[in-house]
């Protein structure tokens, strides 16, 4: 670096720059048009999800010996900030493909699970998932009823149901997704804690279908939310992700990149919506003269304006310090998606307020951006479970605030 004092902290290098013009640019032409009409019709676009693999976004932390593109977790940050600005649910999906599947095989994948599939997946040709959650069980996530057995052939037999499954069905047909990063009970350890395992289930796995498409969500309906069964499903010995009760790794390495994007899909939810609520302010008059001039609106925009760039300073901190290969970043992962989430759905509620009757309405984008925000404060952990996680973490290290 030549001067530290230049230092973009969103775009740190020139790489970065140039993705994110290269996002915005495709966002604004593929991405915005068709959000409004896929979140009232409750589809999934999946042929976009598709495009993305062209563009080589779809595998964007994947090795790329393995058709990925071999960025790092701040990319990753700014696809996400970048999608959400126009269309949340659509970036939750892939979210769920790039991330949540796609990043998991590509670190905890052995190299022909990697060989064999990421190319599929990197390139759009296979859309994917991750089931974690089930109907009864969310954050409490050892206490997950889904179990898989060695059979003596060495197959594996898995019985449970995934709840709230993001692409865990493509389309309204029922459809599954094509391959699922399914964690499942293989047994306790030492301690008597549940050891989670993961499998790799296919659509065609016998056993395996799609229980129902969840309807009527409040928001993020432009991607497609699912239950999975598990009845009896067989999958060879080569599903298995790692050694047998290796998962806890993953899952927490994974949830810290997950809380990451979430709170970067909710940076740009916030600078959208301050976009709007700033351009109406000045367009809309009353008593004479255009609403910015009237304090409380100042206070909105002020207040929002503030708000979204401490976040996105928070963020894009924590996202150049992320470290794929480890889990070393939870207390900070949780902080910033406990504060941006939070200031995203406030941002996008003083949006609504500045612009009035038209804030509540489809056409002018912040209602959409309001209703999708709230999810953010429950997937990925909710916030609960970061304020627990926080608290825990600095009573065993208090270093970083002494
Ligand atoms: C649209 C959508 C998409 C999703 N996508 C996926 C996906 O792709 N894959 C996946 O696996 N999951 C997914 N989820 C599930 C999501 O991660 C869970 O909803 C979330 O983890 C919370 O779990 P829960 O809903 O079971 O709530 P619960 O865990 O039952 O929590 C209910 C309430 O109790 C509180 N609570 C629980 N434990 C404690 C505690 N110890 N201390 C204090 N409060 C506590 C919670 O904070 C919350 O307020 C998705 C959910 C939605 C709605």
């Known amino acids: 670096m030549t001067n ?101 095989l590509a670190r905890n994948g052995s190299d022909d699970q990697k060989q064999e599939i990421l190319p599929k997946v990197c390139s759009g040709e296979w859309i994917a998932a991750m089931a974690m959650s089930e109907p009864d069980v969310g954050t ?5 009823g889904t179990t898989a ?16 499954i993001t692409n865990g069905c493509i389309d309204d047909d029922d459809t599954p997704c094509d391959v699922v990063w399914t964690y499942a009970k293989t047994g306790q350890d030492s301690r008597g ?41 067989i999958v060879s010995a080569d599903s298995l992700v790692g050694s047998q009760g290796e998962s806890m790794i993953h899952m927490m390495r994974n949830l810290e990149l997950e809380r990451l994007m979430l709170a970067a899909m909710s940076v740009g939810i916030s600078r ?4 709007e609520m700033n351009r109406y302010a000045s367009e809309r008059e009353a008593f004479g003269k255009p609403i910015r001039k009237f304090g409380q609106i100042q206070r909105y925009i002020g207040q929002s304006f503030a708000e979204w760039r401490s ?11 992320m470290d794929l290969e480890k889990s070393s970043q939870r207390l900070d992962s949780d902080g910033i998606k406990l504060v941006a989430t939070t200031l995203a759905k406030e ?49 065993k290290d208090s270093s970083i605030i002494r």
């Open 140 to 144: 409490d996530v050892l206490g997950m």
């Open 347 to 395: 941002i996008a509620d003083r949006a609504m307020q500045v612009m009035g009757g038209y804030g509540y309405v489809g056409e002018y984008v912040v209602e959409r951006l309001w209703r999708d925000a709230k999810l953010l404060e429950i997937g990925g952990g909710t916030l609960e479970s970061h304020q627990k996680n926080i608290t825990n973490d600095l009573a």
């Open 149 to 164: 057995e060695e059979q003596d052939d060495g197959t594996w037999k898995i019985n449970g149901r995934k709840m709230w």
């Open 272 to 275: 959208r919506a301050l976009f």
């Open 4 to 104: 530290w004092k230049d230092l973009d902290i969103a775009n740190p290098t020139d790489e970065h720059a140039m993705l994110r013009e290269m996002v915005r640019d495709w966002v604004a032409v593929e991405v915005e048009p068709q959000a409004l009409d896929y979140d009232r019709a409750e589809r999934f676009n999946a042929q976009l999800l598709r495009d993305m693999g062209e563009m080589g976004l779809l595998g964007i932390t994947a090795q790329e010996e393995y058709g990925g593109a071999g960025m790092d977790a701040l990319a990753a940050a700014i696809v996400h900030e970048e999608l959400s600005y126009s269309d949340p649910g659509f970036a939750l999906a892939y979210l769920a493909h790039s991330m949540l599947f796609v990043n998991n």
């Open 311 to 321: 976040m996105e300073s928070y963020l894009y901190n924590v996202a150049r310090q």
């Open 193 to 233: 804690r549940s050891e989670i395992s993961t499998f790799l289930v296919y659509a065609d796995s016998p056993g395996f279908s799609v229980g129902q498409k969840i309807m009527d969500k409040t928001g993020m309906r432009a991607s497609n939310t699912a239950e999975l069964v598990y009845d009896d499903c």
